[in-house]
């Protein structure tokens, strides 16, 4: 017994010495840290003039290098010339920051952040549940906004007279074209579409599928969210005098008064039948890989091409309007930068808000990270123009409107399963598009604020 | 022995001393632990339970108390359904494929004879502490319908057409295989544990009686190995009716989890996405009760079913 | 290479003693078992390939199992060379070796308990024990924080370690392994005078050692993985474990997956270091009389 006993004794000293160590290290570290997140406000010292107050903003973001990057180049020109103010600037991994958010709201004011991004879906709930304060007129007044950034990146953050939110990350959407592939089919990848039809057809050629196996697809259609809200807003855009697509009396989608919105769910599940393959590279990127003709993406893409694909050449053009000679459209989507109403100083958040948004913040932002303005100046600047896809990404913003999602994930999800249905399920489409329709009207009750 | 039964006989009214005194040396070495639990984990369960019972919109905030609704919900929502079958049949399918094969593989990295045990103990169980998105990639890529190589060893037999990830029928047990596959060096592990201690002179005397291979494992090992069984069974199961990483990593489309018409969506991811997509604190929360209760009973049941003292003779 | 040294001459005897059909069997098995440990290792070889190569190699499919030309050590520069990289690994060691130990503490210890004594409520305390295994963290998650928050935990060490000091699953497992130990042993040791804490860690837990050996290692697999909490209750950059500092290599609309890799072959070390020291434990057996099942 003797060695394995003194195995035992070592094992369990180690598992003492362990325990102390730990015990005393809990103890030192259940004091507080240093840098504590919540604001505090500790009265200036100084004899002269009362010194303005210590003020410490949280800055929540979900991550991303370049964002991270640029937000830290603003915090240390911010605080420099705002020597009283400090920013604990957290960037927040995607996929977690919701979760994150959410806890840190619910334990209320010393977790949670001060200024922070929300889809722009979302500020109408925020705001109706008093979370959010509104812009502060001494930083920038609601008729500054009006005349400086495009209305369609600002309009979402307004409720009743004022503005609850400044735009951020800016997108639209636009087809991106393999250049090979196009001329190996004989097409002209620089040619605007002329109508949906001449995309279908584009597309259909450049589908390679024999036999039930496929070699290439011609037409990306796995972001079904975004080939559904620019094909349905399109219609009611151009086509119904801007009609909103959620009755405002009502609260219901208006999709159903108009047969061509069920049309165009029916083309759109045609050309994903035909031009796409879901059992063709499951789980990976085929534009990335060359082996899709199109895809829809935002100007974003452009970075993450840059980076799983830098050899790969493709031409940015505009979404093809449903009928030939339509005016162009687009769905333009946004974050908007808020500040909770918890937050210990208005007036410096919305400082740092603006100090990031303005315009010569814009030219930085499109510096390091390529990110589009909102400001209605700078959209025929050259700077943003230096090539040809950069041309029709940047024209994009004067004709864009904004998704009309109210809430967000559910969206996602019910296109998805209304498209899926179809065409894997071999639902007919009319059914698959009235089960969309009830429960997308379940998900705006659901969010829609109850006064 | 004999006179601690004497003695609760004589004192069949009240507790002995000597019963006492074990009692509360259980209770002291049981206290840390249950404290523990009850203020860190078992408080915050009640508090979600008490979210359940209420319209819980933390941004509008908006808490009206609806009682049982939630509840009724569940049992009217075809998505929940879904979530729920498809946990179900799962759980059905990788335990029991699961814990046979580490059983299997555990009874041969036994055995001293085999050459470069340690090497092979190491290589099975290194899935187990591999990243989930490298061996998603890797799988994804085995189960590519045309190019895959699980495709191509199908079709030596003659099996083709088989879309995997992209069908609504195969998806799911190609998420089991890929996740049973995964967790084969875990039970491994358990189950080796377990087989060390089976002294080696009760296999040497049933060779002696003239038992061959089968008869030794059928007879010895396995009855011997019962607390192990059952420890892996009940855990095997409570973990796959909780199932959430291989169904959402293989599967997910522009941020949205489920695979084709959500036949892999499993009941935790629905959870996940109820509460913090779609912003409905107070149904998910009521979900996870109504998963806990389904595991809970499932959970009685087996230790009902197997539990057995283990007498030495 | 010991062990083959060492086999070597009774591996003619074995040769003696089987038939070929028998001999046939054992080869192909052996084929088999080398098979599925090829199967077993091909994502580790695609984690460690795509460590070395840039992000436009790493998503191609075919998947690049082996391409030196296009290796280089620059994922690996970027991932160590963020400021604080010692410092996560500091933390996450820290974190990981503590919460080990408490839970190896704290299971043995409420194991034998409900192994060894017969008490009221065993059964109802047990089934309550373990039935906090059957609700998914996501769901406590926000009511646990906003505990942690009122007691000031956030951002804290503490706050990371407290909510796993304690595992369920560990009970279980320590309580099944002590029940199979023969009570005769013990009831000797006690009429012997031996106190119970003597009993708890003289007698049962030496008897323990391989699923003490098993539970460090799942022990310390968890809390090292463990990605979710840390990152809800940690906002300082001085408080990252690994987990969180990889996460930064996912964004929203790209996922930088060679630095990924690289990352996770780095933390896939230590793992496999706890792993081989602790299946030493599972080569040694216990070959002595009155033994557990």
Same mark, same amino acid.
């Given at each position: 017994?003797?060695?394995?006993?003194?195995?035992?004794?070592?094992?369990?000293?180690?598992?003492?010495?362990?325990?102390?160590?730990?015990?005393?290290?809990?103890?030192?570290?259940?004091?507080?840290?240093?840098?504590?997140?919540?604001?505090?406000?500790?009265?200036?010292?100084?004899?002269?003039?009362?010194?303005?107050?210590?003020?410490?903003?949280?800055?929540?973001?979900?991550?991303?290098?370049s964002r991270?990057q640029t937000?830290?180049h603003?915090?240390?020109?911010?605080?420099?010339?705002?020597?009283?103010?400090?920013?604990?600037?957290?960037?927040?991994?995607?996929?977690?920051?919701?979760?994150?958010?959410?806890?840190?709201?619910?334990?209320?004011?010393?977790?949670?952040?001060?200024?922070?991004?929300?889809?722009?879906?979302?500020?109408?709930?925020?705001?109706?549940?008093?979370?959010?304060?509104?812009?502060?007129?001494?930083?920038?007044?609601?008729?500054?906004?009006?005349?400086?950034?495009l209305?369609?990146?600002?309009?979402?953050?307004?409720?009743?007279?004022?503005?609850?939110?400044?735009?951020?990350d800016v997108q639209t959407l636009l087809i991106y074209r393999?250049d090979?592939?196009?001329?190996?089919?004989?097409?002209?990848p620089k040619?605007n579409?002329?109508?949906?039809?001449?995309?279908?057809?584009?597309?259909?050629?450049?589908?390679?599928?024999?036999?039930?196996?496929?070699?290439?697809?011609?037409?990306?259609?796995?972001?079904?969210?975004?080939?559904?809200?620019?094909?349905?807003?399109?219609?009611?855009?151009?086509?119904?005098?801007?009609?909103?697509?959620?009755?405002?009396?009502?609260?219901?989608?208006?999709?159903?008064?108009?047969?061509?919105?069920?049309?165009?769910?029916?083309?759109?599940?045609?050309?994903?039948?035909?031009?796409?393959?879901?059992?063709?590279?499951?789980?990976?990127?085929?534009?990335?890989?060359?082996?899709?003709?199109?895809?829809?993406g935002h100007p974003v893409s452009r970075g993450t091409l840059k980076a799983q694909a830098p050899d790969l050449a493709y031409t940015i053009v505009p979404?093809?309007?449903?009928?030939?000679?339509?005016?162009?459209?687009t769905?333009g989507?946004?974050?908007?930068?808020?500040?909770?109403?918890?937050?210990?100083?208005?007036?410096?958040?919305?400082?740092?808000?603006?100090?990031?948004?303005?315009k010569p913040a814009q030219i930085v932002w499109s510096d390091i990270g390529g990110d589009l303005p909102s400001y209605k100046e700078l959209v025929d600047d050259p700077r943003f123009r230096k090539d040809a896809n950069a041309n029709v990404v940047m024209d994009s913003l004067k004709y864009a409107?904004?998704?009309?999602?109210?809430?967000?994930?559910?969206?996602?999800?019910?296109?998805?399963?209304?498209?899926?249905?179809?065409?894997?399920?071999?639902?007919?489409?009319?059914?698959?598009?009235?089960?969309?329709?009830?429960?997308?009207?379940?998900?705006?009750?659901?969010?829609?604020?109850?006064? | 022995?004999?006179?601690?039964?004497?003695?609760?006989?004589?004192?069949?009214?009240?507790?002995?001393?000597?019963?006492?005194?074990?009692?509360?040396?259980?209770?002291?070495?049981?206290?840390?632990?249950?404290?523990?639990?009850?203020?860190?984990?078992?408080?915050?369960?009640?508090?979600?339970?008490?979210?359940?019972?209420?319209?819980?919109?933390?941004?509008?905030?908006?808490?009206?108390?609806?009682?049982?609704?939630?509840?009724?919900?569940?049992?009217?929502?075809?998505?929940?359904?879904?979530?729920?079958?498809?946990?179900?049949?799962?759980?059905?399918?990788?335990?029991?494929?699961?814990?046979?094969?580490?059983?299997?593989?555990?009874?041969?990295?036994?055995?001293?004879?085999? $050459?470069?045990?340690?090497?092979?103990?190491?290589?099975?169980?290194?899935?187990?502490?591999?990243?989930?998105?490298?061996?998603?990639?890797?799988?994804?890529?085995?189960?590519?319908?045309?190019?895959?190589?699980?495709?191509?060893?199908?079709?030596?037999?003659?099996?083709?057409?088989?879309?995997?990830?992209?069908?609504?029928?195969?998806?799911? $047990?190609?998420?089991?295989?890929?996740?049973?596959?995964?967790?084969?060096?875990?039970?491994?592990?358990?189950?080796?544990?377990?087989?060390?201690?089976?002294?080696?002179?009760?296999?040497?005397?049933?060779? /002696?009686?003239?038992?061959?291979?089968?008869?030794?494992?059928?007879?010895?090992?396995?009855?011997?190995?019962?607390?192990?069984?059952?420890? /892996?069974?009940?855990?095997?199961?409570?973990?796959?009716?909780?199932?959430?990483?291989?169904?959402?990593?293989?599967?997910?489309?522009?941020?949205?989890?489920?695979?084709?018409?959500?036949?892999?969506?499993?009941?935790?991811?629905? /959870?996940?996405?109820?509460?913090?997509?779609?912003?409905?604190?107070?149904?998910?929360?009521?979900?996870?009760?109504?998963?806990?209760?389904?595991?809970?009973?499932?959970?009685?049941?087996?230790?009902?079913?197997?539990?057995?003292?283990?007498?030495?003779? | 290479?010991?062990?083959?040294?060492?086999?070597?001459?009774?591996?003619?005897?074995?040769?003696?003693?089987?038939?070929?059909?028998?001999?046939?069997?054992?080869?192909?098995?052996?084929?088999?078992?080398?098979?599925?440990?090829?199967?077993?290792?091909?994502?580790?070889?695609?984690?460690?390939?795509?460590?070395?190569?840039?992000?436009?190699?790493?998503?191609?499919?075919?998947?690049?199992?082996?391409?030196?030309?296009?290796?280089?050590?620059?994922?690996?520069?970027?991932?160590?060379?963020?400021?604080?990289?010692?410092?996560?690994?500091?933390?996450?060691?820290?974190?990981? !070796?503590?919460?080990?130990?408490?839970?190896?503490?704290?299971?043995?210890?409420?194991?034998?308990?409900?192994?060894?004594?017969?008490?009221?409520?065993?059964?109802?305390?047990?089934?309550?024990?373990?039935?906090?295994?059957?609700?998914?963290?996501?769901?406590?998650?926000?009511?646990?924080?906003?505990?942690?928050?009122?007691?000031?935990?956030?951002?804290?060490?503490?706050?990371?370690?407290?909510?796993?000091?304690?595992?369920?699953?560990?009970?279980?497992?320590?309580?099944?392994?002590?029940? !199979?130990?023969?009570?005769?042993?013990?009831?000797?040791?006690?009429?012997?005078?031996?106190?119970?804490?003597?009993?708890?860690?003289?007698?049962?837990?030496?008897?323990?050692?391989?699923?003490?050996?098993?539970?460090?290692?799942?022990?310390?697999?968890?809390?090292?993985?463990?990605?979710?909490?840390?990152?809800?209750?940690?906002?300082?950059?001085?408080?990252?474990?690994?987990?969180?500092?990889?996460?930064?290599?996912?964004?929203?609309y790209?996922?930088?997956?060679?630095?990924?890799?690289?990352?996770?072959?780095?933390?896939?070390?230590?793992?496999?270091?706890?792993?081989?020291?602790?299946?030493?434990?599972?080569?040694?057996?216990?070959?002595?009389? !009155?033994?557990? !099942?």
């Amino acid at each position: 017994m003797n060695p394995s006993s003194m195995r035992t004794l070592s094992r369990r000293e180690l598992l003492k010495v362990m325990g102390v160590t730990a015990a005393a290290s809990l103890a030192a570290a259940c004091t507080p840290p240093v840098p504590a997140p919540a604001p505090t406000k500790a009265a200036g010292a100084p004899a002269a003039a009362p010194a303005p107050k210590e003020v410490k903003l949280a800055h929540w973001q979900h991550h991303s290098v370049s964002r991270a990057q640029t937000v830290e180049h603003f915090k240390a020109r911010f605080e420099d010339e705002n020597k009283n103010v400090k920013i604990d600037f957290q960037s927040i991994p995607w996929a977690e920051y919701w979760g994150k958010l959410a806890s840190a709201i619910a334990a209320g004011k010393g977790s949670a952040p001060d200024v922070f991004q929300i889809p722009m879906g979302l500020v109408e709930e925020y705001v109706a549940g008093g979370n959010l304060v509104p812009v502060a007129d001494a930083v920038i007044t609601g008729k500054a906004i009006e005349e400086s950034y495009l209305p369609w990146t600002v309009q979402r953050g307004k409720k009743g007279n004022e503005y609850y939110g400044l735009p951020l990350d800016v997108q639209t959407l636009l087809i991106y074209r393999n250049d090979k592939l196009y001329q190996e089919v004989g097409l002209d990848p620089k040619a605007n579409f002329k109508d949906l039809t001449d995309l279908y057809e584009q597309a259909a050629k450049l589908t390679k599928k024999k036999g039930g196996q496929t070699d290439q697809i011609g037409c990306n259609t796995g972001y079904y969210s975004a080939w559904q809200t620019v094909l349905y807003q399109q219609f009611l855009q151009r086509e119904k005098n801007g009609q909103a697509w959620v009755d405002s009396a009502t609260k219901k989608l208006v999709w159903p008064k108009h047969p061509e919105i069920l049309e165009l769910f029916k083309w759109f599940c045609k050309l994903s039948a035909d031009a796409d393959d879901n059992a063709f590279l499951t789980g990976q990127n085929r534009f990335a890989l060359g082996k899709a003709g199109m895809e829809i993406g935002h100007p974003v893409s452009r970075g993450t091409l840059k980076a799983q694909a830098p050899d790969l050449a493709y031409t940015i053009v505009p979404f093809a309007p449903r009928q030939a000679g339509q005016p162009l459209y687009t769905a333009g989507s946004h974050w908007m930068w808020v500040v909770g109403k918890w937050a210990a100083d208005f007036m410096s958040g919305w400082k740092w808000v603006y100090f990031c948004t303005n315009k010569p913040a814009q030219i930085v932002w499109s510096d390091i990270g390529g990110d589009l303005p909102s400001y209605k100046e700078l959209v025929d600047d050259p700077r943003f123009r230096k090539d040809a896809n950069a041309n029709v990404v940047m024209d994009s913003l004067k004709y864009a409107s904004p998704w009309e999602w109210v809430g967000w994930a559910e969206w996602v999800k019910e296109f998805g399963d209304a498209r899926d249905r179809v065409v894997i399920g071999n639902e007919a489409p009319d059914k698959s598009f009235n089960t969309m329709v009830d429960n997308l009207n379940k998900v705006i009750e659901t969010h829609t604020p109850k006064s | 022995m004999a006179t601690a039964a004497k003695a609760f006989a004589i004192t069949r009214q009240r507790w002995s001393r000597q019963q006492r005194r074990e009692a509360l040396w259980a209770y002291a070495f049981l206290s840390p632990a249950f404290f523990f639990l009850l203020a860190l984990i078992m408080f915050p369960i009640l508090f979600a339970f008490w979210i359940s019972l209420h319209d819980w919109s933390l941004i509008p905030r908006h808490f009206p108390f609806i009682g049982l609704q939630n509840y009724l919900e569940t049992l009217r929502d075809p998505l929940t359904i879904k979530s729920l079958r498809n946990t179900l049949f799962y759980t059905v399918g990788a335990v029991p494929v699961s814990m046979a094969v580490s059983l299997i593989l555990a009874l041969i990295m036994n055995q001293e004879k085999l $050459p470069f045990r340690t090497w092979f103990r190491t290589a099975y169980f290194i899935p187990v502490i591999t990243s989930w998105v490298a061996v998603s990639f890797v799988w994804l890529w085995l189960f590519e319908p045309r190019w895959g190589l699980v495709n191509s060893f199908l079709g030596w037999f003659g099996i083709t057409g088989i879309k995997w990830l992209a069908s609504p029928v195969w998806a799911l $047990p190609a998420i089991m295989l890929v996740a049973v596959w995964k967790g084969l060096g875990y039970n491994m592990v358990i189950f080796l544990a377990g087989l060390q201690g089976i002294p080696r002179e009760m296999h040497e005397a049933a060779k /002696i009686d003239g038992a061959n291979r089968w008869q030794s494992f059928w007879f010895i090992t396995f009855p011997l190995l019962n607390p192990t069984v059952v420890f /892996i069974t009940v855990t095997a199961v409570i973990g796959s009716l909780q199932v959430f990483t291989p169904a959402v990593i293989m599967t997910t489309v522009q941020g949205e989890a489920g695979g084709p018409i959500n036949s892999t969506r499993v009941m935790v991811y629905h /959870i996940y996405s109820t509460a913090f997509r779609y912003n409905r604190l107070g149904y998910g929360a009521a979900l996870a009760f109504v998963l806990f209760a389904l595991i809970l009973v499932v959970t009685l049941m087996q230790l009902r079913l197997t539990q057995r003292e283990v007498e030495y003779t | 290479m010991t062990e083959i040294a060492l086999q070597r001459p009774s591996a003619m005897a074995f040769l003696r003693r089987h038939s070929r059909a028998e001999l046939a069997v054992l080869v192909l098995g052996f084929l088999i078992l080398m098979l599925g440990a090829v199967w077993m290792l091909l994502p580790l070889v695609w984690m460690l390939s795509a460590s070395l190569m840039p992000l436009s190699e790493v998503i191609k499919v075919p998947p690049i199992w082996f391409a030196p030309a296009k290796y280089s050590l620059n994922n690996y520069i970027e991932v160590w060379g963020r400021v604080g990289f010692a410092r996560f690994f500091f933390n996450s060691v820290f974190v990981a !070796g503590t919460i080990t130990a408490a839970q190896l503490l704290t299971s043995s210890m409420a194991g034998f308990a409900f192994a060894r004594y017969q008490f009221p409520g065993r059964m109802l305390i047990f089934i309550l024990i373990l039935s906090t295994m059957m609700i998914p963290f996501q769901v406590i998650m926000i009511p646990l924080f906003i505990m942690m928050a009122r007691l000031h935990m956030v951002n804290t060490y503490s706050g990371m370690i407290l909510p796993a000091i304690v595992t369920p699953f560990g009970i279980f497992m320590m309580r099944q392994f002590m029940l !199979g130990v023969p009570k005769p042993l013990l009831e000797a040791a006690r009429i012997d005078g031996a106190s119970e804490p003597y009993i708890f860690t003289r007698i049962m837990l030496p008897l323990c050692k391989p699923a003490i050996a098993a539970l460090a290692i799942f022990a310390f697999l968890g809390s090292w993985d463990n990605f979710l909490w840390p990152l809800i209750i940690i906002n300082s950059k001085q408080l990252w474990t690994l987990p969180i500092a990889m996460s930064r290599f996912t964004e929203q609309y790209i996922s930088q997956t060679h630095l990924q890799m690289a990352g996770a072959s780095i933390m896939f070390l230590p793992v496999l270091f706890v792993f081989l020291l602790m299946q030493r434990n599972f080569i040694e057996g216990i070959a002595l009389t !009155g033994l557990k !099942g």
